[in-house]
Each structure stands twice: as C-alpha cells, then as structure tokens.
C-alpha cells in the first residue's frame, strides 16, 4: 500500500467514536466470546462475506490479532459496537484503505438480537463522517448481497448512493450471489 497522507490519517484517526445511543471502540481481547457467539450465528455470517460458519474456537483471538495489526498498520480500522446503556457488545463496523484512490470500504455486522433497532445506520453514520471530517476521504463505498435488502436500507439512510448490482460476482456457502454497491462523495456529504 503506498504511503500517503491518506494512510497517515487513517493510522491517526480517532480510537472511539460515539453516537446517540452507541459507542464505537477498539476491540479488546476480552470480546473474543461475544465475537464467537454473535458473528458464529449462521444467520449473520450469511450476510457477509467474510464470517466463518462455523466460528471455530480460537478463531476470534485470531481475528483480533489482525485486526489490531491492520490498524497499526493503517490499513484497515474496525470499531466494536457496544451500546452506550449497558456497555453491550452488539457488533462490528469497519472500513479498509484505498489510499492511492483517497477512497475506503465499509463493512458492518450486527448481532442478530439487535438487528432491525437503527444500530447499523447509527454507526455507519458516525463511521461516513470520521471518513470525510477526520480522515479526509473522497469516497466511501459499501456492498451487500442482494438476499440482504436490509443491508441495502442502512446504505440508504446513511446517505449512500446505489451504484449498481454485479450478477453472481461472489461466491458463499456454495452459492453464487449478486452483489449491490453503494457509495457516498465527500461532495455529497452533509448535504
């Protein structure tokens, strides 16, 4: 990854961030069962592109250690999700550079007992306005799979912009899946 001033921005950026009903913080190792057992749910793993299912033991602590090597890095930044009231961990959100564009993806999960509550939208909003006011982005981009319509209305009502589907691009659990991508312009912003 080429260094930058977007890539020293990112490895600077803010370590909390905090909403109205959320906060959004660096994991610590004492996650690793929260992270097994609510992103171990088939159900949520099946909506990303990424979550393991199943969500062996160990794999948490794995994940942990490269996510916290990513961010030294500067490469990629992943917030826990905990609620303000109660201090419960309740999912991820995350984007990864793309400095030579001044660009980053988002991505997100939410444990299943929490979903259809505004978390989602909640943290990416706070996630969208450290991109463009801290880390001064030009892009934001997201994707979904489309059998995940809900994903979509976060994009939405974070003020993302659809940009197209691309027809069986990806591959999980053995089936094909059409990918919806959505994105928001530092010019777009605020607006």
């Given at each position: 990854?080429?260094?930058?001033?977007?890539k020293?921005t990112?490895?600077?950026?803010p370590?909390?961030?905090?909403?109205?009903?959320?906060?959004?913080?660096?994991?610590?190792?004492?996650?690793?069962g929260?992270?097994?057992?609510?992103a171990?749910?088939?159900?949520?793993?099946?909506?990303?592109?990424s979550?393991?299912?199943?969500?062996e033991?160990?794999?948490a602590?794995?994940w942990?250690a490269?996510q916290a090597?990513?961010?030294e890095?500067?490469?990629?930044?992943v917030?826990?999700?905990?609620?303000?009231e109660g201090?419960?961990?309740?999912?991820?959100i995350?984007?990864?550079?793309r400095?030579?564009?001044?660009?980053?993806?988002?991505g997100?999960?939410i444990?299943?007992?929490?979903?259809?509550?505004?978390?989602?939208?909640?943290?990416?909003?706070?996630?969208?306005?450290c991109?463009?006011?801290?880390?001064?982005?030009?892009?934001?981009?997201?994707?979904?799979?489309?059998?995940?319509?809900?994903?979509g209305?976060?994009?939405?009502?974070a003020?993302m912009?659809y940009e197209?589907?691309?027809?069986?691009?990806?591959?999980?659990?053995?089936?094909?899946?059409?990918?919806?991508?959505?994105?928001?312009?530092?010019?777009?912003?605020?607006?």
């Open positions: 990854m080429p260094e930058g001033p977007f020293q990112l490895a600077a950026a370590l909390h961030l905090k909403t109205e009903r959320l906060h959004l913080r660096p994991y610590a190792s004492e996650d690793a929260d992270i097994q057992r609510y171990g749910d088939y159900d949520v793993a099946r909506m990303t592109t979550i393991p299912y199943p969500y033991d160990g794999m602590e794995e942990l490269r090597a990513a961010r890095r500067g490469d990629e930044l917030w826990a999700i905990e609620l303000l201090s419960s961990l309740i999912g991820a995350g984007i990864t550079g400095p030579e564009v001044e660009a980053a993806e988002m997100y999960w444990a299943k007992p929490h979903w259809g509550q505004g978390y989602a939208t909640e943290a990416a909003r706070a996630v969208i306005s991109g463009f006011d801290d880390l001064g982005l030009h892009r934001i981009y997201a994707r979904h799979w489309t059998h995940n319509p809900a994903s209305r976060v994009m939405q009502k003020g912009t197209g589907t691309l027809r069986h691009s990806s591959r999980r659990f053995g089936e094909w899946k059409d990918v919806a991508f959505y994105s928001i312009l530092q010019s777009e912003y605020g607006r």
